[in-house]
């Protein structure tokens, strides 16, 4: 957890993890973080999967006020506030908690969300945006950060609206989500220690090698798995085998945290 990126809680217990997906609306956040927080829970973690704006009952509300398309005049600042508003509510309920019992906490979009969209995309201020994300995260900042793009100048974002028109955020138009593109790109080149560029272009699996290469400093047995074990991420390929894996019971078909791998 990040707070002086110390791994021990005031009682000399182990602190969780917070890692964050980041990118344009349909990168592959949702997917990616339901397999590894299966992965991570057969490996005996908890995890706590959550979403921004969202994770509690006043995000919910606040999401669902943000996105709505009927709301097209919400002034940009107004905007920002209500993102901020909803972070604020989930590091206070949740994400704080969780962390200090050692939980994993996986979390679709944070702060840097803001950086991108707000600043990058409305124009917001990067400073007042700087300040206002440290007043909402109480000074919580993800130990990894996993920017998903399907490469430079990309757009996913047929992949969320599926040839609709989209929620507010997604009618925004082609410029604003190549603005938001490009800064989460501006954001892993800045901060390479903890945003890292996963390519979510090609295959599910491949993807999700990626993933888990890029979080084995945190997981050392995920270095194992992203080198080893291709087959392990080919489920991802077919949804109904996906979604039979996630929803099997209980039990460990990931090696345990901790375990010796050869
Ligand atoms: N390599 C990939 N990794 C993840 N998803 C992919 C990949 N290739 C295609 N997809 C598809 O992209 C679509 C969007 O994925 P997903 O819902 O996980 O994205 P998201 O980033 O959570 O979207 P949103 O911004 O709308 O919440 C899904 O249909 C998914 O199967
Ligand atoms: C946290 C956050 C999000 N947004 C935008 C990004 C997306 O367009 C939506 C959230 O929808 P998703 O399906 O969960 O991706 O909100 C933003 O503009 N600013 C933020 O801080």
């Keep these: 957890m990040a707070r002086g990126r110390d791994r021990e809680g005031a009682a000399g217990a182990p602190r969780g993890v917070l890692v964050t997906f980041e990118g344009g609306d349909g990168a592959g956040k949702s997917t990616h973080i ?19 704006p969202g994770g509690t009952a006043v995000g919910e509300s606040l999401r669902a006020l943000v996105l709505d398309p009927a709301n097209e005049g919400l002034a ?32 679709d979009r944070f702060s840097d969300s803001t950086v991108a969209y707000q600043v990058a995309g409305r124009g917001l201020d990067a400073a007042f945006v700087d300040a206002a994300n440290a007043f909402a995260t109480g000074g919580i900042a993800p130990d990894r950060t996993l920017v998903l793009t399907a490469g430079d100048g990309r757009s996913t974002l047929g992949r969320a609206t599926h040839g609709t028109a989209g929620d507010r955020l997604e009618r925004a138009g082609d410029a604003f989500h190549a603005r938001v593109n490009e800064a989460f790109l501006e954001l892993a ?70 375990a010796a791998r050869a």
């Design 34 to 52: 339901r397999f590894l927080a299966r992965a991570l829970a057969d490996a005996g973690r908890e995890v706590v999967s959550l979403r921004e």
């Design 76 to 107: 940009d600042t107004a905007e920002l506030l209500i993102y901020e508003a909803a972070r604020a509510q989930l590091v206070a309920e949740v994400i704080r908690p969780a962390l200090e019992r050692g939980a994993v906490v996986l979390c």
């Design 189 to 258: 080149r800045r901060e390479p220690g903890r945003v890292r560029v996963v390519d979510s272009s090609g295959a599910r699996s491949a993807t999700a090698a990626q993933v888990f290469a890029s979080l084995s400093d945190l997981f050392p047995w995920m270095a194992d798995v992203a080198r080893a074990d291709g087959s392990y991420f080919s489920v991802l390929d077919d949804k109904r085998a996906l979604a039979a894996w996630l929803d099997r019971p209980a039990g460990p078909a990931a090696p345990a945290e901790g």
